[in-house]
């Protein structure tokens, strides 16, 4: 089993939609990061939140560290959204070196 | 541009060559990843510097595999020997001790 994991695998939407993905992870962590990644590999840290809630534009991610669960949220969803989204963690195990653990991302299609 | 770049985006090689693939991270960021990403899965973690110093290696980092980072600021990464099971994405981020990870574009390598 990974240590992240997320879901759906692949979501797909219509425009304007609101969206949510789901992120559970089994291990201890110091903060959690949300990536998005666009074809062609470039990766983009959208938020890294370690308590409560963040919003950013049309973006808001949670956390609840009691149920080692996030999500993320896409309101009026866009085409301009499609893209895989990863949720990472920061490990307590990790030590000093603060590696991220990654899911295996959500492929999100946005039909107009 | 002050993010983090890599190069080069794409690489094509024949199994066998050595590759060399390199990542300027921002630059006041004494911490630098190398991670490995192959087709529908997340990333994984390969190496860790801070500063100049290579702190852990993954054991997905066989003896063929290489990094520096000679002076702290850019790092290398050398694949020797190259085989067809080394065809990923080779992404670098760089960030602050507890801060926010950034992400080169990444390198794309081919071993045909």
């Known amino acids: 089993k990974n240590e992240v994991e997320q879901s759906p695998q692949n979501l797909t939407a219509q425009e304007g939609e609101f969206i949510t993905i789901n992120c559970s992870y089994s291990?201890?962590?110091?903060?959690l990061h949300w990536l998005q990644q666009h074809p062609g590999g470039g990766i983009v840290s959208l938020f890294m939140?370690?308590?409560g809630k963040k919003k950013h534009g049309r973006l808001i991610a949670t956390i609840n560290i009691q149920e080692k669960h996030s999500s993320l949220h896409i309101t009026a969803s866009h085409p301009r959204d499609s893209a895989v989204y990863i949720c990472a963690v920061r490990s307590h195990y990790g030590g000093a070196t603060n590696k991220l653990i990654f899911g295996t991302g959500t492929l999100l299609a946005v039909q107009p | 541009d002050t993010g983090v770049s890599q190069n080069p985006r794409h690489k094509i090689t024949k199994r066998g060559q050595n590759v060399t693939f390199r990542c300027d991270p921002i630059?006041?960021?004494?911490?630098l990843y190398w991670y490995r990403q192959t087709l529908g899965q997340g990333p994984e973690f390969l190496t860790y510097?801070?500063?100049?110093?290579?702190?852990?290696k993954s054991r997905l980092l066989s003896d063929r595999f290489s990094a520096e980072r000679p002076k702290g600021s850019f790092s290398t990464l050398e694949i020797q020997r190259t085989e067809q099971g080394d065809s990923a994405m080779y992404l670098c981020a760089s960030s602050q001790p507890t801060g926010q990870a950034f992400f080169g574009q990444g390198t794309r390598l081919t071993v045909v």
């Open positions: 630059s006041e960021h004494n911490r």
């Open positions: 939140l370690s308590s």
């Open positions: 291990v201890g962590i110091s903060a």
């Open positions: 510097f801070q500063n100049e110093a290579q702190l852990e």
